[in-house]
């Protein structure tokens, strides 16, 4: 049991350039989501997902695509990467939205 | 108002204080709550539930005002190895799940 897992730990990126942030959950939860982590900003929801096939917007939805194709996979896709998003990104996964979250160790973005 | 706020700190205390921090929630219908610490540059993990008026575990105890519609985290006899950042996390805002900034402790020798 792996628990939530992230790829890559750390990437760095060129203005404009997109990628994909992985996240993968072995846990069979329904609830899966994003956040961005910035100093003296705390945890930031990007996106969420409350099943396959159901993505939904967060706080700080802009620059940010999701999709929700299997139960376990919930990549997050930057589509033209800023300097704006030069953040520590989580993604976290519940039974449904009222229980405990679990996180994956993180992906160290930046954006030069 | 912020759907949940948390006094960013530092607070800093000497090893063996009892310290409090709390975590004030701006929607009424919250139901459960989470308090979850978090080391630097790792992810955040569960420190405790709360679903009715408190929990208590060991050193820890976390007591829910609903009147005043905050709840507190209170360590006692602290140790070096409690210095991290403490989030809040309220549920019943639907399934946008809002953290709360932190709250920073350093413990001291």
């Known amino acids: 049991n792996a628990g939530v897992t992230q790829t890559p730990k750390f990437q760095v990126l060129k203005t404009g350039q997109s990628m994909t942030l992985q996240c993968a959950q072995d846990?069979?939860?329904?609830?899966m989501s994003w956040y961005r982590q910035d100093p003296g900003m705390g945890l930031r929801l990007i996106h969420y997902?409350?099943?396959?096939?159901?993505?939904d917007q967060g706080e700080v939805p802009n620059g940010y695509n999701v999709s929700r194709s299997t139960t376990e996979d919930f990549p997050l896709r930057l589509l033209s990467a800023a300097p704006s998003q030069t953040s520590v990104y989580f993604c976290?996964?519940?039974?449904?939205?009222?229980?405990?979250?679990?996180f994956g160790p993180g992906t160290r973005l930046l954006v030069l | 108002r912020k759907e949940v706020e948390q006094d960013p700190g530092p607070f800093n205390v000497p090893e063996g204080a009892t310290v409090a921090f709390n975590c004030t929630y701006s929607?009424?219908?919250?139901?459960?709550f989470f308090w979850y610490r978090q080391d630097c540059r790792k992810e955040p993990k569960l420190l405790m539930s709360?679903?009715?008026s408190g929990n208590e575990d060991g050193r820890f105890t976390a007591q829910l005002n609903r009147a005043s519609q905050y709840i507190s985290l209170l360590i006692r006899d602290s140790k070096l190895s409690d210095s991290a950042t403490y989030l809040c996390?309220?549920?019943?805002?639907?399934?946008?799940?809002?953290f709360g900034t932190g709250t920073q402790l350093k413990v001291e020798l």
């Open positions: 709360v679903y009715s």
């Open positions: 846990m069979n939860h329904e609830y």
């Open positions: 996390r309220p549920t019943g805002g639907g399934n946008k799940l809002t």
């Open positions: 976290a996964s519940s039974i449904t939205g009222r229980e405990t979250q679990y």
């Open positions: 929607n009424s219908a919250s139901q459960s």
């Open positions: 997902s409350v099943g396959a096939g159901i993505t």
